[in-house]
């Protein structure tokens, strides 16, 4: 997962009541090396994440969609956006094998070496078809966020824009029944997004994976089965 700008499955009410809930009961709380208790207990997946030879704990999030609602698949051809540094990418490789394709893009290199995937330096406001051969894609992937500025209505804001971008580019990349996740920052510009992928997919769905931090106000939205356009 990048920076950007130059689970389970639960309704979207009950879920931003949840996460507010936990933000609020972590806020004051501290280990004894002064971090939150909330990231004590869950670098768990950053040291698991070392042991499996991800590079990031956010493998884990990718792997729980996948296990529950099997965004990819063997020979598929995949877009990988905010790809930094690697993890999804790791995880994705894995699945589709040698027969799939992987195209990860980032503002930042990425250096990692899968046989089935190629890692490009872009900009996702930028990029075309036409940067990835002309051919279109089964699976959209994007764990992009924005460089966080402390107040939450401007990151809130940026996480949509971004957003946006991912899912304009996936009603121009997907062939029909394709599917799509991102990471959104909860906020009031969220059901905007997933009325979006309502109308445009068979499928939508709202999910918090386990190993996202108690503190976090992300969650997920996927979409399953594109009906094109």
């Not at 997946?45 to 956010?58: E, P, V």
């Not at 930042?108 to 190629?118: M, P, S, W």
């Not at 764990?143 to 500025?149: E, R």
Request: hydrophobic content about 35%; glycine content about 6%.
């Amino acid at each position: 997962m990048s920076h950007w700008f130059a689970a389970k499955t639960t309704p979207l009410k009950a879920l931003n009541r949840s996460v507010n809930n936990k933000n609020h009961r972590f806020k004051n709380s501290q280990s004894s090396k002064g971090l939150p208790l909330a990231y004590k207990f869950y670098d768990k997946y950053s040291k698991k994440a070392q042991q499996d030879g991800y590079k990031a704990r956010s493998a884990y999030k990718l792997l729980e969609i996948q296990k529950k609602h099997k965004l990819l698949k063997t020979g598929d051809r995949i877009l990988d956006l905010g790809c930094a540094p690697g993890s999804w990418s790791q995880v994705t490789s894995e699945i589709i094998g040698p027969q799939g394709k992987l195209y990860g893009i980032d503002l930042k290199e990425v250096t990692l070496k899968l046989k089935n995937a190629h890692f490009m330096v872009a900009d996702v406001f930028k990029v075309t078809l036409e940067s990835f051969d002309g051919e279109k894609f089964n699976v959209v992937l994007s764990d992009m966020a924005p460089n966080t500025s402390g107040i939450k209505s401007q990151d809130q804001a940026r996480s949509f824009e971004l957003c946006q971008r991912v899912l304009d580019l996936a009603r121009e990349f997907l062939v029909p029944n394709g599917n799509l996740t991102m990471k959104i920052f909860m906020g009031p510009d969220q059901e905007k997004i997933a009325a979006q992928i309502k109308q445009d997919f068979k499928k939508m769905l709202l999910i918090r994976p386990d190993s996202t931090r108690k503190t976090s106000s992300e969650i997920f939205l996927v979409g399953l089965g594109f009906k094109g356009l």
